[in-house]
């Protein structure tokens, strides 16, 4: 049985217009004209709500197996269907085992079987002492690997140095497969945070103080160096300072494989807003001010940042400090570095992109097909085009969304976008050519799988 989905906005490759979205089984037919759709089509008239592509996130924190009580695959891909997301990478740290050997991946894999709603795959983890474990890892099916130049956050996975990422790269470059790099190094941190003893640390200014630009800045002039001499996919994951922009730009010039993704947050919060103990509003690199925030636009308009992903990173309400009894008191140096936002992510963007003329066109290219090219996945997902899953999103642009508990659907309703007004809203989720969420309800039985890169 073939399905006609018809709207006046249908996004894409050669732009959004009044389209159907022809669907038989799993797959997309056509894409014809309102016109031409064949009569012996089922037809679903969306009317005004828009058809993307099914969003894809390349940077998330699942945290399952081992620390489950973060996240798990359950909910964090509910949340994901929720928010328009059919395809999540999954971060191959804050998970026990880390994600560093074949063991280990085969352990994430039975733990997520039969669990998720929407599709999912694994980044590899580079760590200091993995090296002999990166190709076996690609030949296992990661789409990639993930390294921190600093101390991570939490035990389980370890920062790699500058000696062992000359050990390691030569593997990566002959694996094909891109690094994905948090970019902080450690002695700008240090220097910055012996400069501030005595500090209010409840204050957001001393935390933002404690993570200079200078630390981005140097890590990432670092891994383009690196970059130059081997010759690896570098991928710069969250980037935060706008400082670090132009020697991006130049070395993308040089044609050096690199390419840059930023998150919601940081294009949607200013440092200048955030209240003094508000943890629900900590990551690392923090957010930053609001002049770089609009840098940071600027660079996405000109196609110096690649995409927007989440950096979905979850966590229990302790870790947050959201258990006290008075919220003054949550200090920023105690509470857990990352913001879950998995639900609430294309809200976030089209509430900013209509701030500032920007299109569901654009929106499209920076969550879905760009992190999709990144993953090794265009070929699948990431745009609405014939032979392709059935994989797409209707989603209401004119609705306004007041954040609350019940619209995040993440393991625990911790948000600094609770209260919140956003403009545009996910009404319907599919996924090959099944709804897999529809206002507000979800399919009973979980149909995603993992795509393996073999």
């Not at 999540?88 to 709603?117: H, I, W, Y």
Request: with cysteine; net charge negative; glycine share 8%.
């Amino acid at each position: 049985m073939s399905h006609a989905f018809l709207s006046n906005r249908v996004v894409t490759p050669g732009g959004t217009r009044p389209a159907a979205l022809l669907v038989e089984g799993e797959r997309i037919r056509a894409i014809s004209n309102l016109s031409e759709v064949p009569a012996d089509a089922t037809l679903h008239d969306c009317g005004h709500l828009a058809i993307l592509p099914g969003l894809v996130d390349t940077h998330v924190h699942i945290n399952q197996p081992g620390r489950t009580e973060w996240e798990g695959f359950p909910t964090a891909t509910r949340a994901a269907a929720a928010g328009g997301i059919t395809t999540v990478v999954d971060m191959p740290l804050n998970c026990l085992p880390a994600t560093t050997t074949v063991a280990a991946l085969e352990a994430k894999r039975e733990s997520a079987r039969g669990q998720c709603f929407i599709d999912w795959a694994p980044w590899g983890g580079a760590v200091a002492d993995n090296r002999r474990d990166i190709l076996p890892l690609a030949r296992a099916g990661v789409l990639g690997y993930k390294c921190f130049l600093i101390h991570p956050g939490c035990e389980g996975f370890t920062m790699i140095d500058h000696r062992q990422l000359e050990a390691t790269l030569p593997h990566i470059a002959r694996s094909g497969l891109p690094l994905l790099v948090h970019a902080e190094l450690a002695g700008p941190i240090d220097r910055a945070t012996e400069s501030l003893k005595g500090a209010d640390w409840c204050r957001y200014s001393t935390y933002l103080a404690s993570r200079p630009d200078e630390a981005e800045l140097e890590a990432i002039r670092m891994m383009i160096g690196l970059c130059r001499r081997y010759r690896f996919r570098l991928h710069i994951v969250h980037l935060s300072t706008a400082l670090a922009l132009d020697d991006l730009r130049s070395a993308r010039a040089e044609g050096l494989p690199i390419t840059v993704e930023t998150c919601p947050h940081y294009l949607h919060f200013t440092a200048e807003e955030i209240p003094d103990s508000s943890a629900v509003h900590k990551c690392a690199p923090p957010i930053r001010s609001r002049e770089n925030r609009e840098a940071l636009w600027q660079a996405l308009a000109a196609g110096d940042i690649d995409m927007i992903v989440t950096d979905h990173s979850p966590c229990p309400p302790a870790m947050k400090c959201a258990d006290r009894g008075s919220s003054d008191t949550a200090r920023f140096d105690e509470a857990w570095g990352g913001i879950a936002s998995l639900s609430l992510a294309l809200s976030i963007i089209h509430t900013e992109c209509r701030a500032r003329g920007f299109t569901l066109d654009h929106m499209v290219r920076w969550m879905s097909a760009a992190p999709a090219a990144l993953a090794g996945l265009g070929h699948r997902t990431g745009a609405l085009e014939p032979g392709r899953e059935a994989t797409f999103v209707l989603f209401d642009t004119d609705a306004e969304l007041k954040v609350t508990p019940d619209h995040l659907y993440f393991h625990h309703p911790i948000s600094p976008y609770l209260g919140e007004t956003l403009r545009g809203e996910v009404r319907a989720t599919w996924l090959r050519g099944e709804p897999i969420f529809s206002e507000g309800t979800f399919m009973p039985t979980p149909t995603g799988r993992e795509i393996i890169s073999l």
